[in-house]
C-alpha cells in the first residue's frame, strides 16, 4: 500500500471557502469556534459539559435503546450507547442519507472519519469516552437524490412514486432492484455477500429508516458505531423551546440572513450553500412534509388545507413534537441538542452550510461544534498503477482536468516541444520597446501598439493549439490511453467517490476493505488520500 497526500487545493474539485477554511485564513475565523486540531477538543469537551444536561442523556439513551430494539448489534455498539449516561461521554458526529446501498462510496469515508477520530480521542484524553454517531437523515424528502446507485457505468434505480420523509417509505418494490443487482454483480464470494446483505437490509425490512439502520449497523457495528434517527417523539421534545424561537420568532432567520451578508462581503468567490426561511421547519404527518409559512398572524401547511392559529400552533408543538420537521438550518441545531456531540465531520458542501450557522447558534444558546472536512480517498488499484506507471502519469497528474492532462502529456512524449512561451515571452519583451517609443513620440499610438500585442499572442496561440492537435493526432493512441484511465479514476469526469458506490471495491477486496480504510485514513490529516495499491 502507497499512501499519497495532495492539498485539497490542487485537487480542483473542492470550493475555495473550503479550501480557506482548512488553510485558517483569518477572515474566516467568525464563522465557526474551535478549529479541528487534537489540543483543541479539550476545551471542547469542557464547553459541552457544561452545556448538555444530564436529563437529556437519559432521553437519548431511552431513545436509542427502543430504535435498536430489533436490531441484533456488536457488545461494543450496546456499551457505548449505555455509555451516554455518563457525563464524560461524548459523540463525533457525521451524517447522511438514506442512499439505496449507501450511494456514492463517500459514506464510508464519512463513518470511518468518524470511527478513526473517537479513537484518536479516547488515545488522547482517556479519562473521557467518545461515542461514533451516523446520524440518518430519515426526515428528508428528496427521494431523486437517494432512490439509486452506480454499480460499473450503470444506474441501478428504485422506480416509486414518493412523497413525504423517505425514511418512511415502504421497501416494497426493491425486489425489483435487487433482482437487476443480482444479475449484474456476478457469483463471487465477494458478490455473494453483497446479495446476502442486500436481501437482509430492503427485503426484510419494511420501511427505509429500518434497512438503512440494518445495512449500517453490519457494515460498522464492530468499531461501536452508533446510528440515531431523530424522527422520535421524545427526542423532539428537548427540540421543542429551539422550535418556537424559529416559529414564533424567527431567530434562525435573522441571525442566518447576516450571517450570509457578512460571508459575501468576504469573498464574492465564497457563495451560499442554503438559504433560511422565516420558518424552518415542516409539518410531517400521514405521507406529508410540506413547509409551515406564516401569513398575517395565521400558519398554514403549504401545498394543504390545514391552517393553525398561533396558539394552535402552539398546542400542535406542544402535543405531538415529532410532526415538526427540521429543514436543513434547523437540523444542525437539532443534533446539537440531543447529542452530546463534540465535532461534526461532513463533506464539502455540508460544512460550507454549516459555517453559515454559527450566529444562529449562538441566538439559541447552544454550543457550536467543531467542524471537521471528511476523509476523502481515490483508491488506484494493482492494474490501474501499472497503466499510470507505463504512461508516467503522477497522481498530481491524473487530478488535472482532461485537457490540460492530455496536453501536458503530450508535450512530455512528444519530440517537438509545442509550448510558445519562450516566443510569448520574448514577443512581450519586444513590445515593451515599442511602448517605449510610443510614450516618446506621440501617446495616441499606445493603442495600435496594444492592438498589435494582442494581434501577435493571439496569432501564437492559435498555432500552438493547431501544432498540438496535429501532434494528438500522430500520438492518438496515447491519447487514448490517458482518457481510459482517468475515466476509470474520476467517472463522469467527477472524484470517484462521488459516483463508485463500495460494491465494486467490496468485490475486489472483500472484508479487508473498511479496515483497510480504518487503518490508513487519519481524520485529522486535511489532505486528499490516495490509497495506492501495488
Known sequence: MEIDCLPFRKTGYFSKLICDYIEEKETLTSLYGQFPKLENFERQIREKNANFSVSGRK?????????????????????????????NTFTVTTGHQLNLFTGPLYF??????????????????????????????????????????????????????????????????????????????????NADYLKNLFTEAYLKHKNLTRATRYLANELFKEQGLVIVDGDDHHLKELLVPYIKKDLFEQVSFTSVSKKISEIQQMDPDYGIQVNP?????????????????????????????????????????????????PNVVARPLYQEVILPNLCYIGGGGELAYWLQLKASFQAMEVLFPILLLRNSVLIITEKQNEKLDKLNVSHEDIFLKRHSLINKKIREVSNIDIDFSPQKKFLEEQF????DLAEQTDKSFLGAVKSQEVKQKKG?????????????????????RLTDIQNQLFPAQSLQERQLNFSELYLEYGEELIPML?????????????????
Not at 479519562?127 to 444506474?155: C, L, Q, R, S
Not at 415542516?282 to 391552517?307: A, C, P, W
Not at 398546542?315 to 410532526?323: A, C, F, H, V
Request: charged share 30%; net charge negative; glycine share 4%.
Open 108 to 189: 464510508l469515508y464519512k463513518i470511518v472519519s468518524t470511527i478513526n477520530l473517537s479513537k484518536v480521542l479516547k488515545e488522547t484524553y482517556g479519562d473521557y469516552n467518545f461515542v461514533p454517531v451516523y446520524w440518518m437523515a430519515t426526515e428528508d424528502h428528496d427521494f431523486e437524490e437517494i432512490n439509486y446507485f452506480n454499480f460499473k457505468g450503470k444506474k441501478i434505480q428504485w422506480n416509486k412514486n414518493a412523497s413525504g420523509a423517505v425514511g418512511h417509505l415502504s421497501t416494497e418494490g426493491l425486489d425489483e432492484v435487487f433482482e437487476i443487482f443480482s444479475n449484474t454483480i456476478g457469483g463471487s464470494k
Open 59 to 87: 432521553t437519548l439513551v431511552k431513545s436509542l435503546k427502543a430504535q435498536y430494539e430489533d436490531i441484533k448489534t456488536s457488545s461494543l455498539t450496546s456499551e457505548n450507547i449505555q455509555s451516554l449516561h455518563d457525563e
Open 277 to 325: 426561511r422565516e420558518i424552518n421547519y415542516f409539518y410531517l404527518k400521514d405521507g406529508t412534509r410540506e413547509r409551515i409559512v406564516e401569513r398575517d398572524g395565521k400558519f398554514y401547511i403549504n401545498d394543504t388545507q390545514l391552517s393553525f392559529t398561533k396558539e394552535e400552533l402552539q398546542e400542535e408543538l406542544q402535543t405531538y413534537p415529532e410532526r415538526f420537521s
Open 432 to 435: 515593451k520597446g515599442l511602448y
Open 460 to 480: 501564437l496561440d492559435k498555432l500552438e493549439k493547431r501544432l498540438l492537435k496535429a501532434q494528438k493526432r500522430k500520438l492518438e493512441d496515447h491519447v487514448v
Open 518 to 534: 480504518l487503518k490508513h485514513l487519519n481524520p485529522l490529516d486535511l489532505n486528499f488520500f490516495v490509497l495506492s495499491i501495488k
